[in-house]
């Protein structure tokens, strides 16, 4: 990614001397590889894997978004429905009422991502007790060394 955000790099900013790919991304070119980093960085964001969670149940506005989701500020909830939308995975309809109501609902695109996201969701919440027990024991260590 460029210093230009949201888009590739252009062709003239090619990354030199960079490692061949190994591991998962060794099958894909390095354009290609580039583009699902920055796939994964969209919806691999918390904010965006929890609209698109909310948005799961059914078309909302803005303020039941704020609600069902804890913690979020409502400049980050703006950013982050803006990333979802220009990338297709949220549509936006504004309805001509007054007062306007405006509600977000997720495209063909997002849904197809509610599987992966559930089941990331629900290893989290078995790997729970094990991720807390290595958390405890890195901070007793590091506190140890510090």
């Known amino acids: 990614m460029s210093s230009h955000e949201g888009r590739p790099a252009p062709a003239a900013e090619a990354r030199v001397n960079v490692l061949p790919l190994s591991g998962p991304c060794a099958r894909w070119d390095e354009r290609e590889v580039d583009f699902i980093r920055e796939t994964l960085d969209l919806v691999g964001d918390k904010w965006s894997m929890l609209v698109i969670g909310a948005l799961a149940v059914g078309d909302a506005r803005y303020s ?43 495209t063909g695109l997002g849904a197809s991502l509610l599987s992966a996201i559930q089941h990331l969701a629900a290893w989290s919440a078995e790997q729970r007790a094990e991720i807390r027990r290595h958390q405890d024991a890195y901070d007793r260590s590091a506190t140890r060394t510090a």
């Not at 990333?83 to 997720?106: A, F, I, K, M, N």
Request: no cysteine.
């Open 64 to 106: 039941d978004l704020d609600t069902m989701i804890p913690a979020i500020s409502r400049r980050m909830l703006t950013l982050t429905l803006k990333r979802l939308q220009r990338s297709g995975l949220v549509d936006r309809t504004s309805h001509p009422e007054v007062p306007p109501r405006v509600e977000y609902s997720l």
